[in-house]
T-cell receptor, first 114, second 116 residues
């Protein structure tokens, strides 16, 4: 499974867009990019995932570069409740040369400030 | 509410005690997981069960013993733990293990374990 690199921490003003970057330069063709977040003292929560097209849901948008070596999670209007650790994970299908497991890294601690 | 319930939320135990952590999912999923999260460390995958069969055991010491009696319930039996085993233990479930494009993990809130 490909590894990811994220900045350890970021700040964002409340109401502004939060853009969280992730590098995954060794990603292979059958691996997806997943984003989860973990609010303090809770279990991680799924946000979004994608293969190569940009994706949007009610929580966030995911922008994946054309070469797929990096991606950005966008929270369009950050609130104080978005303060959390955000994990970018690359995962392939079990048995396709990948483990199929979600392996968490250190993530990015996003602090949303009033 | 994620549909995955863990009990207890907090547990303090001595090194000679035996205790069990319980996880229950109400999502109709076929796969269940135990993760360990120590302070300032990433989540570590411990065990994976798929259709009640253990499919992953990531070199976890034998003092941790999982049990999956059916697809809705998962236990982690603990005995003769060490202080370094103090951590947040998280249970998760997914529709299947490693098989689907839209496979997402749903986590419980965890059990915060302190070993004295």
């Amino acid at each position: 499974d490909a590894k990811t690199t994220q900045p350890p921490s970021m700040d964002c003003a409340e109401g502004r867009a939060a853009n969280l970057p992730c590098n995954h330069s060794t990603i292979s063709g059958n691996e997806y990019v997943y984003w989860y977040r973990q609010i303090h003292s809770q279990g991680p929560q799924y946000i979004i995932h994608g293969l190569k097209n940009n994706e949007t849901n009610e929580m966030a948008s995911l922008i994946i570069t054309e070469d797929r070596k990096s991606s950005t999670l966008i929270l369009p209007h950050a609130t104080l409740r978005d303060t959390a650790v955000y994990y970018c994970i690359v995962r392939g299908f079990h048995g396709s040369g990948n483990t199929g497991k979600l392996i968490f890294g250190q993530g990015t601690t996003l602090q949303v400030k009033p | 509410e994620t549909g995955v319930t863990q009990t207890p939320r907090h547990l303090v135990m001595g090194m000679t005690n035996k205790k069990s952590l319980k996880c229950e999912q109400h999502l109709g999923h076929n796969a269940m997981y135990w993760y360990k999260q120590s302070a300032k460390k990433p989540l570590e995958l411990m065990f994976v069960y798929s259709l009640e069969e253990r499919v992953e055991n990531n070199s976890v010491p034998s003092r941790f013993s999982p049990e999956c009696p059916n697809s809705s319930h998962l236990f982690l039996h603990l005995h003769t733990l060490q202080p370094e085993d103090s951590a947040l233990y998280l249970c998760a479930s997914s529709q299947d293990f490693g098989g689907g494009l839209d496979e997402k993990l749903f986590f419980g809130s965890g059990t915060q374990l302190s070993v004295l």
